[in-house]
Structure formats: C-alpha cells, structure tokens
C-alpha cells in the first residue's frame, strides 16, 4: 500500500491551543476586551490507498481490461488531486470510480477519505450552510472505514454534530473579517461583541503589518465562545487549555467580569490562524507555539522570559526536534508547560539575536517548501542547532 497524502480532519496545520494551567477565562462586560499554545487531541492521519487491487480483478475481456485501466487512472489522478488540494475534483473522480466499481472498499474508502478532508475544511466556515455541508457530506463515511480508523472518525464527526448542536442557538454577529458566536444568554456578552470584534480587527491590523499579509481577506474567521463546561465537552482538552484553534479560534469564558487575560487569549489564537495561512502547513509546534506566545504582547515582557526561564531550571533539557511535533506527546503537564515555555523563549531569543524578520522567515519556510534549519542556514549561515544550544547554554548559567 503506498501512501500519497496526509488527510487532515483538524483544520489547518492541528489545534492550536492556549496552556493556562487551571485558569479559565472569565465572562465580557461592555469595555473588555491569548495564549501559551496548549496541546490537544492528536490529527487524525488517513492517506487514501493509490492501488485498488482488491475489487479490481484481472480482466476477462479488452472491454473489461479498458475499464479497470479507467478505473486505476481515474483513482491516480483523484490522488493527485488531493495532493495539490483539489479536494472536490478528487471526489468527482472517485465517485466516478465507485459508480464504475461499487464493490472496491479501497475506492470506497479514498472516497470516504477524500469527503472527510473537505469537510474538515467546511465544518469551521463562518457560513453556516456550509457548516451543516459538511456534516451533511459525512453521513455515511463510516460504511467504507473499519477497526480502529472507522472509530476514531466516527468520534470525530459525533464532536463535530455535539458541537452544531450545542452551538446550533448561539447568538451570532460579525463583520468582514470574523463571525462571533456565543450563548446569547450569557451576561454581558451582547453589550461586549462591538468591543470584541474591534479587537480582534485591531490584532488583525496589526499583525498583518508585523507578518507582511492580511490572510483573512475574503474569508472571514469564526470565533466561538463557550461556558468552560461546554469548552472541556466539545473540544476534549482539559482543565488546562485557555483556548484553541483548530480552524475556528474556540474559547472558553465565565460570565462575572471582564478577564485580563482576553487580549492575549484572542491574539494567540489569530497568531495559529495567521500561521495555518501562512507556513504551509508544516511548521514546526515549537515555532507555531512560541510565536503564538510571542505576539501576545506587543512586546513580549523581560518579566515574562525569566519566569519561562525559571519554570525549566533543572530540568531535562529537550532536543529542538522533540518540540517539532504536537506538545501533547510529551505526556505530564508539567513538561508540556516547560516546552511551551522553553518555545517562547528560543523564539524570543532568535528574534533577539537575529531579527523578528527571520522568525518570520522560519515561519513561512513551509510554504515555499523549505523547513526552519535550511532558511536559518542560508539567512545566518550556521546551523539553527548551534542557536538552540547557545540559548540553552544562557538559560543554565544565568
């Protein structure tokens, strides 16, 4: 079986979420306006199959060999279709392929596959028809998947439908840019939205000046606001997620006042969506979370990195390339708060050093598929590993 692409079920480049131990953020009040990026449940990777054997048998005629050559052709190019993000021309062309061959369950199942991945695109759209699309488009995914896989999609869609409906009496206002959605019902949450919108346009703004590109033009981003119950339910994070970002900026808020917090809380979440945009979709979670933690502030407070500095004294220091992939894998609580601290810090430290423009750099080199070390090499010309240790060699001393 040879593997031609990745799917994707959580949007983007995976959940990008906000560490904040036990703190949870309290409700809006008219005047109010995140995060450390906080792990969350692992992307769910199914690669459609590029060899149809089993419901293809030889031919027993040229009319029968002419059709399994349109059949594995057709399958070929749905693949490379998926691979350069073509997402319904795929699914045209395998359902074109099960029409032809309804018994192939590896056609069935790059079928199923490919409409999972569109609507993983979808199931965050600000447009709501698109949203019941999506789940529309996934209704009967699960009759070509089995085991292990077929489970692990169906919890996904049922997150999926538990959140349409929870979210289904939401109030919801927008602008140009993003559509807010929240309980209705929740005190001070109506009066505060103008306020909350201006923010966030204000964060826009000014990342997109600090970044070089406004990737939000044209598409509007959702944000949603949950109680804390409904937050820990509909996304599976824990007690110690402050926010998340899988598509759609998701955070969980009491009502009660105004929290400090929501500033940073906001433009965390809208650094992973400038970053989904932007990176091409491999940047690495050190980067993804340092970054994130880096533009919460305008500026980012020497307060702040002595305490990421103190949080990691005697610890076991990790490789650069441990921190590559979802924080979550690390395990305990305490080393994922360490990571995220350790991120910001190289972060912080390579902009120092080198220039907020070359975190920058490192940050877009997916999208020109290239990585971080081959941009940090070519722009620096040392290896982006010596920069790692020279921080962690400054963190030790001092």
Same mark, same amino acid.
């Given at each position: ?60 005629? +040229? =009319?029968?060999?002419?059709? #399994?050559?349109?059949? @594995? ?5 749905? !693949? &490379? /279709? $998926? ?41 965050? +759209? =600000?447009?709501?028809?698109? #949203?019941?699309?999506? @789940? ?5 995914? !699960? &009759? /070509? $998947? ?253």
């Amino acid at each position: 079986m040879r593997t031609l692409l990745t799917i994707l079920l959580v949007a983007a480049t995976g959940m990008g979420l906000l560490f904040f131990g036990r703190r949870v953020l309290k409700g809006v009040e008219p005047r109010g306006t995140v995060p450390v990026l906080t792990p969350g449940p692992k992307p769910l990777e199914l690669s459609p199959d590029s060899n149809p054997t089993p419901g293809v048998p030889e031919p027993a005629s +040229s =009319a029968a060999a002419d059709l #399994r050559a349109e059949i @594995l052709d057709w399958n070929q190019q749905a !693949l &490379d /279709a $998926l691979d350069r993000g073509e997402i319904l021309r795929a699914i045209e062309l395998l359902q074109r392929c099960v029409e032809a061959n309804p018994d192939d369950p590896v056609l069935a199942r790059n079928l199923a596959l490919a409409r999972l991945r569109q609507a993983g695109l979808m199931i965050d +759209s =600000a447009d709501l028809e698109e #949203r019941v699309a999506a @789940l529309e488009l996934v209704e009967n995914v !699960l &009759d /070509a $998947l089995e085991g292990d896989e077929r489970e692990t999609v169906a919890a996904r869609i049922e997150r999926w439908r538990a959140r349409a409906d929870h979210e289904g009496s939401f109030f919801s206002s927008g602008n140009r840019r993003f559509e807010l959605s929240y309980d209705g019902e929740q005190q001070g949450l109506r009066a505060s939205e103008t306020d909350l919108l201006d923010r966030l346009d204000k964060a826009y703004q000014e990342f997109g000046e600090r970044l070089g590109a406004f990737p939000l033009e044209g598409k509007r981003l959702r944000v949603v606001l949950y109680s804390p119950e409904a937050f820990t339910r509909l996304t599976g994070l824990g007690h110690w997620a402050g926010g998340a970002f899988d598509g759609t900026i998701r955070v969980p808020i009491r009502t009660g006042g105004i929290d400090s917090r929501l500033d940073s809380v906001l433009r965390h979440e809208l650094t992973h969506a400038f970053v989904a945009r932007l990176g091409g979709g491999s940047t690495p979670a050190w980067l993804n979370e340092g970054l994130a933690q880096f533009l919460e502030e305008r500026q980012v407070s020497s307060l702040r990195l002595k305490a990421a500095k103190l949080s990691c004294r005697g610890a076991p220091w990790p490789s650069l390339t441990s921190l590559g992939t979802n924080f979550s894998t690390l395990g305990d609580e305490t080393a994922i708060r360490r990571a995220y601290a350790i991120s910001l810090g190289f972060t912080a430290y390579l902009a120092d050093n080198y220039g907020e423009e070359l975190v920058l750099d490192l940050m877009r080199a997916g999208a020109t598929g290239s990585s971080p070390e081959v941009v940090f090499r070519r722009q620096i010309g040392f290896d982006l590993g010596a920069a790692w240790e020279d921080m962690r060699q400054n963190w030790l001393q001092h």
